[in-house]
């Protein structure tokens, strides 16, 4: 089966559904698919003929997008080649869209009015996607997987970790808050923020790495996958403090899962399975990071440990490659 994958971005460019564009590509071709991604830098509106014109040229038998990426920008071409691709067979994988501005559920929207086939990558936002478009019946939901490497946890090298994307409305504030206080009263604690920066948030990340940086924190930014997983699984605790809580469809998270870290948030994002809930902490009043870091090194969270182990393994490359080539026999029979 021939595949085109459409994205804004791709590795080596930092972005999370890039990264994960990149892995199910792989997937896609270990699992027997002939895959072409479309990966094109720039998203002028001055360059949709030519892109559809190339896009149809590929004649491939599914046509799979990932939206929304860095790469995309504000462009709404995406949205046009959706609609330009009428009569071939269309899938879009929607990765966040219930945390959308009005402006981002809108340009959404417009996929919804395209006919295209969906993907969800998790049931609140498949079900939010519903009140808005009823017509696109019962919602497809294929989890993410980590882009990240999994490996057993090692000998731990640090306390705590932050770890994704140096931008705004990522919790870095309160991880900085909160862990700066948790050293206050561990001062040997060792602290270390994984980042990558995307484009444009240079300036903010260096104010943040300054910080960081001054409060005895370890900085590790622009490593590759593989060095971001030798530090996940020598890391005891990963701390998330994402505004609306922690959630399923954060690779960030899957990562330092998957990797053996004790996952603590501060509460869960409403609608998150009970299966992910018993695999992760959520921080309150009376349970903060230091008391959490000295329970776990009481062996008091062997449980949900053991239940993270069993969260990712739902969760593998092989299954998500799977999912979908079911979802290409559907589409095309």
């Known amino acids: 089966m021939r595949i085109c994958l459409i994205t804004g971005s791709y590795p080596p460019q930092v972005c999370g559904v890039g990264d994960y564009t990149g892995k199910l590509a792989q997937s896609l071709q270990l699992a027997g698919s002939e895959i072409t991604v479309f990966h094109r830098k720039s998203w002028s509106f001055l360059n949709f003929y030519k892109y559809l014109r190339e896009l149809r040229m590929l004649k491939a038998d599914v046509y799979l997008m990932q939206y929304p990426t860095e790469g995309y920008g504000y462009s709404i071409v995406p949205q046009m080649l ?26 959404i929207y417009l996929f919804f009015l395209s006919g295209c086939d969906f993907i969800f990558t998790n049931r609140l936002d498949a079900n939010f996607a519903r009140r808005w478009a009823p017509w696109l ?11 990240i ?14 770890f994704g994307l140096i931008r705004p409305l990522k919790g870095i504030e309160e991880f900085m808050r909160e862990a ?14 994984v980042a990558d920066v995307p484009r444009g948030y240079e300036s903010y990340a260096e104010e943040v790495f300054g910080q960081a940086r001054n409060a005895g ?26 505004a609306e809580g922690l959630s399923e469809r954060r690779g960030s998270v899957l990562a330092a899962m998957g990797n053996g870290c004790l996952i603590v948030g501060n509460g869960f994002e409403p609608g998150a399975n009970q299966e992910f809930r018993c695999a992760a902490i959520a921080m309150h009043s009376e349970l903060d990071l230091l008391r959490i870091y000295e329970m776990n090194e009481e062996g008091a969270f062997q449980d949900v440990k053991e239940n993270s182990r069993v969260y990712c393994r739902s969760r593998s490359w092989d299954s998500i490659a799977l999912a979908h080539c079911q979802a290409f026999r559907e589409m095309i029979a």
């Open 82 to 107: 959706a609609f330009g691709l009428l009569g071939k067979h269309r899938i879009v994988t929607l990765h966040e869209y219930s945390r959308k501005s009005l402006k981002g559920k809108l340009a």
């Open 137 to 147: 019946g019962l919602p497809r939901i294929i989890p993410i997987g980590s882009n």
């Open 149 to 162: 490497p999994w490996s057993e946890a090692r000998p731990p090298s640090f306390d705590l970790v932050y």
């Open 180 to 193: 700066h206080k948790f050293k206050q009263r561990l001062p040997n604690a060792r602290v270390v923020m």
């Open 217 to 242: 924190f370890i900085v590790k930014a622009g490593m590759d996958m593989e060095n971001v997983g030798n530090v996940l699984r020598r890391t005891k605790i990963g701390f998330f403090p994402f």
